[in-house]
């Protein structure tokens, strides 16, 4: 596959997470107001919407962290690069990187566990909807985010090993 196509394909893939965290943040508005409207107006309620906004707050976190890895923008502790010499900063953001794929690499392989154990007692959300479906979202978005961060490792070991060539 050429550059071109896997910067296409990863634009489209982008879109798609950025579609869904925005479909998924609007309803979860939408649905909490007419939830306060039933509730103030009415005094009743969607018996369901409670726990699915519950499970849309999770899946927007993670979707939202997903977008935040992807563009680099997470929460970082910037403390000793400031400290550093320009090499060294690369160096420690090669292994911070690595670091954090290795933590997201963890929490997806006991997510996958947490879901299969819910898969296999058959818990459910609500209205008999298997909790396993909404938890999917955990293994998927800590192992992209683990990949993402492997990718910006390997990113700054090409950009570390172009600067020692020039220099």
Known sequence: MSGSALNNLLRKLHQIEDSILAILLFGMILLAAAQIFLRNIFDSGI????????????????????????????????????????????????????????????????????????????????????AWTFELILPIAFGLISLRFTIHAILNVRALMIKRRMG
């Not at 910037?78 to 900063?89: G, H």
């Not at 997201?104 to 298997?130: G, L, Q, W």
């Open 47 to 130: 018996v369901w919407a409670d726990p699915l906004l519950r499970v849309m707050v999770m899946w927007i976190g993670l979707l939202g962290a997903l977008a935040a890895t992807r563009e680099n923008k997470h929460i970082t502790i910037d403390l000793l690069p400031r400290f550093l010499s320009e090499t060294m900063r690369e160096v420690v953001k090669v292994l911070t990187n690595l670091f954090s794929a290795g933590i997201a690499a963890i929490i997806s392989y006991h997510s996958v566990r947490f879901v299969a154990m819910d898969y296999e007692s058959n818990s459910k959300v609500f209205s008999d909807i298997p």
